[in-house]
């Protein structure tokens, strides 16, 4: 039996309207932080930029910024969760989840689930964390960069 997926309008109104203007888009020339991230499944990829500054005594994120090779969601949710960044340090930022980074998209649904989790691969990556993704057999990109896949990959990034 076929059970029809119920369309979520609001989210893709939400979705298009942070495609049609992406908040935070592009290379950071001076960023204290990069992390890079990809799904070896569906082959997208993410990169984040990030860039400390001093406030009342505390490291916080002045910026983050992303260029993303994906999927419209891994945009939208780049898009909200660099505007979210702003403001928190390493630690706060590094303990936010995929859901929590979407959040102001509205709850995904299962098969856009990892899209929300590239954008928190990219994040931890930068800030120096393990990602906790759930992991697939195919080892994603940055498992492959770091040494940890069989196979040297060189990524090139193309503006
Ligand atoms: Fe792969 Fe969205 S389909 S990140």
Redesign the pocket.
């Known amino acids: 039996m076929i059970v029809p997926v119920k369309k979520n309008d609001e989210l893709e109104s939400k979705i298009e309207e942070a495609i049609k203007n992406p908040r935070n888009l592009g290379e950071m020339k001076d960023a204290d932080a990069i992390g890079t991230v990809g799904?070896a499944d569906?082959g997208?990829m993410l990169r984040m930029w990030i860039k400390f500054k001093e406030e009342n005594g505390r490291k916080v994120i002045d910026r983050a910024t992303f260029q993303s090779f994906?999927?419209q969601?891994?945009i939208a949710v780049a898009s909200v969760a660099t505007e979210m960044l702003r403001g928190k340090t390493a630690d706060e930022a590094k303990s936010m989840s995929g859901e929590e980074l979407a959040a102001p998209l509205g709850p995904l649904p299962p098969v856009?689930i990892?899209?929300a989790q590239?954008v928190e691969g990219a994040l931890r990556s930068a800030l120096g964390a393990e990602t906790t993704a759930p992991r697939s057999t195919s080892p994603t990109l940055i498992e492959q960069l770091s040494g940890n896949g069989k196979q040297k990959v060189r990524v090139v990034i193309d503006k």
């Open positions: 799904s569906c997208d994906g999927c969601t891994a856009k990892h899209c590239l």
